[in-house]
C-alpha cells in the first residue's frame, strides 16, 4: 500500500474499521463502532467502543485504536476510518469522532494533514481533516 490516501486505501481503511465493529462492546447504547487507523509506516490498527457498567468508563473505538498503536510503540498516523451505527438497525448515518477522541488524535497527528474517514459503507464516505473537525486547537507544541 503506497501511503497516500486514495480511494483503493479509504475502502481498505473501512472494511477494518467494518470488522473492528464487530467486535465492539456496547449492550448498554448498543451503539457499536469500529475504527481504523493508518499509521505512516502503512500498518492498520484497529479499535472498537468498550463500554461499562459504569458509564463513564467506556472507551471510543477511536481511542481504543490510538491507544492499541501506541502501545506498539507506533505514533505517526495519517488517517482514521469510522465507522458505526445502532446494533439491529444497520449503519444509517455517518460518525465523527467525539470531542474527546478528537483532542487524543491531536496529540499525536498534524491536523492539517490527518484525514478522518466518516463511512456509512466502503463507498459512501466523507472525508476531513481533523483541523476542520478540531480548529484553534490545543497539542504538545503549546507546552514548549
Ligand atoms: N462512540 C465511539 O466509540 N466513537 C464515536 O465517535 C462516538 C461514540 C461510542 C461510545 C459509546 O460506547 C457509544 O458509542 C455511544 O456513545
Do not use: H, W
Given at each position: ?26 449492550p ?8 481504523a ?14 463500554e ?47 470531542g ?31 483541523e ?13
Amino acid at each position: 500500500m503506497s501511503n497516500t490516501l486514495d480511494n483503493g486505501k479509504c475502502k481498505c481503511l473501512i472494511s477494518a474499521a467494518l470488522e473492528a465493529r464487530e467486535k465492539a462492546y456496547a449492550p448498554y447504547s448498543k451503539f457499536k463502532v469500529g475504527a481504523a487507523l493508518f499509521t505512516s509506516d502503512e500498518n492498520i490498527i484497529t479499535g472498537c467502543n468498550v463500554e461499562n457498567a459504569s458509564y463513564p468508563a467506556c472507551n471510543c473505538a477511536e481511542r481504543t485504536a490510538v491507544f492499541k498503536a501506541i502501545s506498539m510503540d507506533k505514533k505517526s498516523f495519517e488517517a482514521i476510518a469510522i465507522i458505526a451505527g445502532k446494533e439491529n438497525d444497520g449503519i444509517k448515518d455517518y460518525t465523527s469522532p467525539c470531542g474527546v477522541c478528537r483532542q487524543v488524535l491531536r496529540e499525536f497527528v498534524d491536523p492539517c494533514r490527518f484525514k478522518v474517514i466518516m463511512a456509512k459503507s466502503m463507498d459512501d464516505y466523507k472525508i476531513a481533516t481533523l483541523e476542520e473537525l478540531l480548529p484553534l486547537s490545543f497539542g504538545p507544541e503549546n507546552l514548549e
